[in-house]
Each structure stands twice: as structure tokens, then as C-alpha cells.
């Protein structure tokens, strides 16, 4: 079952929209798809800087 998406306006640069759209010509990948990717990239290299639990390690460092 395919999750619920939200929808969003996001501005890219013309050189960004002319690369997704030859990238989905050659892979038939919906540019939506390239562009959830990224995010997805983006919040994996900054998870540290998002709330979360923390680990067992990370509450006895200051003991």
C-alpha cells in the first residue's frame, strides 16, 4: 500500500529541472521520486540536529 504523500511547492533552478528531467527520460523515474531521495539525504546527514530519543551511551557520557 503506497503511503500518503503531502504536497509541497518547492523552487528549483532551470540547470536543476533540466538534469531531473533528462534523468527521468533516461530512467523512467518520476522526478518526484529523485526529489524525496534528496530530502531523505538531507535529514540522514543532519539526524543528530533533529529531536529524538537518546541512546543509553549518550545519557551516561556526562557521569
Avoid: F, W
Avoid at 27 to 41: F, H, M, N, Q, S
Wanted: charge should be positive; charged fraction near 30%; glycine fraction near 4%.
Amino acid at each position: 500500500m503506497a503511503r500518503k504523500k503531502i504536497s509541497t511547492t518547492v523552487y528549483i533552478t532551470p540547470e536543476q529541472n533540466e538534469k531531473l528531467k533528462l534523468l527521468h527520460e533516461r530512467t523512467k523515474v518520476p522526478v518526484a521520486v529523485y526529489i524525496r531521495e534528496g530530502i531523505d539525504l538531507v535529514l540522514e546527514r543532519h539526524e543528530a540536529e533533529l529531536p529524538g530519543q537518546l541512546t543509553l551511551d549518550a545519557t551516561t557520557k556526562g557521569s
